[in-house]
């Protein structure tokens, strides 16, 4: 007989997802009402609320698709890109390179602005493929690169795209509720995320926001968008609100039940006192590797305070630590991926995981495992240094 199934209690620090607070775990378990319930209803009307406020935006059409963030993504490129279409599409971590996977798949013809993996995306580069190319339609970049730890400059990118008639496709999974994120100030028309990020929610919802200036251009498509459950005309359905919902698909109930209860929790934090709380677990965190002889990927005026990207030194074993932090002391840390794959480790703060004691955790638990490489480093060091900033 299969029985059933226990998770361990891990403390998750990687890339994705993070914690859960016992909060939206608990708000998770409570009854399963029918999705057009008009308790539901009412609930769901609180969600577009709430997430209006966490992207810091009053579009009308903004609301959670019902699948992981790369159905976020999916919903903004097969909306706003017809076959022909010219995208600017930045890439500088994986996450670009997925943009760039889905233009392609929807017939766009990708103008590529590519930096290096560790890098911001390059505004002059950007400026410079406006110049070269006329009626571009979209302009795609990630806000903040998980695969690499890196912000990009979303204000001034955005600002870029306004100007010169495009719309700006952003990818906000990591950023929203770790760094400022705002939609409406910055003239951002389509942004996706994702609940498992800085949201600290169960993986498997994408948050979305379209402007004015977006829906215009999906209703003023030549051909119907080639996705019938992504078509934000059909779901607009269900999620516009107004007189009466439509069945579109049955909502993941519970799972919006955690979103929703892990933006009220945003919402008693503040946006600004999240945004300074990853900033402060940050520089603890950094201050401990430092600390060690450790060094992070990232020039200090690009890093995501929620991701920290630290360079695996010469000697180390890298999937060995990894291993040992998992196994002993329960700790997730993630690995380098693509070209940082053995490079690099990444540290998650993300969310209800950004707290001093799983910093102290986690760079105790560092020390030991580098200890067992043979990696030499002064004992205790690290927890001081973190403690002198965090506490
Ligand atoms: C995690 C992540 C995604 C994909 O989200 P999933 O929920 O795994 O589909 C997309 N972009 C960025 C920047 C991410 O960090």
């Not at 709430?50 to 579009?59: C, E, G, I, M």
């Not at 699948?67 to 600017?88: Q, R, T, Y």
Request: charged share 20%; glycine share 10%.
């Amino acid at each position: 007989m299969i029985q059933p199934f226990y998770p361990p209690q891990r403390t998750l620090m990687g890339p994705g997802p993070s914690d859960v607070s016992p909060r939206v775990l608990a708000a998770m378990a409570r009854p399963t009402i029918g999705h057009l319930d008009p308790e539901f209803v009412r609930m769901m009307d609180e969600v577009k609320e709430l997430l209006q406020f966490a992207f810091q935006t009053r579009n009308p059409l903004t609301m959670p698709v019902s699948a992981p963030g790369s159905a976020g993504m999916e919903a903004c490129f097969v909306n706003l890109v017809e076959p022909g279409d010219k995208v600017i599409v930045c890439v500088n971590g994986v996450f670009g390179g997925r943009m760039k996977e889905n233009v392609e798949r929807f017939g766009g013809q990708v103008i590529l602005v590519e930096d290096d993996w560790g890098a911001p995306v390059d505004v002059a580069k950007v400026e410079q493929a406006f110049a070269d190319h006329s009626n571009v339609k979209a302009l795609a970049f990630v806000h903040a690169e998980t695969s690499t730890g890196v912000r990009s400059d979303a204000e001034t990118l955005c600002a870029l795209a306004t100007r010169h008639g495009a719309l700006s496709i952003v990818d906000a999974v990591t950023s929203l509720g770790g760094i400022e994120l705002d939609v409406d100030g910055w003239g951002i028309d389509a942004v996706y995320s994702g609940t498992q990020k800085c949201l600290s929610c169960p993986p498997g919802i994408s948050p979305v926001s379209f402007s004015e200036r977006a829906v215009a251009a999906v209703k003023s498509r030549k051909a119907s968008v080639p996705s019938w459950f992504l078509d934000k005309n059909l779901v607009m359905g269900y999620w516009g609100g107004g007189v009466k919902r439509a069945y579109h698909h049955t909502a993941p109930v519970n799972a919006l039940y955690a979103l929703h209860e892990a933006l009220v929790v945003l919402q008693e934090e503040g946006l600004e006192q999240a945004w300074a709380r990853h900033l402060r677990n940050h520089e603890g965190l950094r201050a401990g590797l430092e600390a060690m002889g450790l060094s992070l990927l990232v020039e200090p005026e690009y890093r995501l305070p929620q991701l920290n990207t630290v360079v695996v030194p010469d000697g180390v074993d890298e999937a060995a630590v990894r291993s040992q932090l998992l196994n002993r002391n329960s700790i997730e840390i993630g690995a380098g991926l693509g070209s940082l794959a053995g490079k690099v480790w990444r540290i998650g703060q993300m969310g209800h995981a950004s707290n001093p004691r799983n910093i102290l955790h986690c760079l105790g638990a560092l020390e030991s495992a580098l200890a067992a490489q043979g990696f030499a480093m002064d004992r205790g060091v690290a927890v001081a240094a973190a403690s002198a900033i965090i506490e």
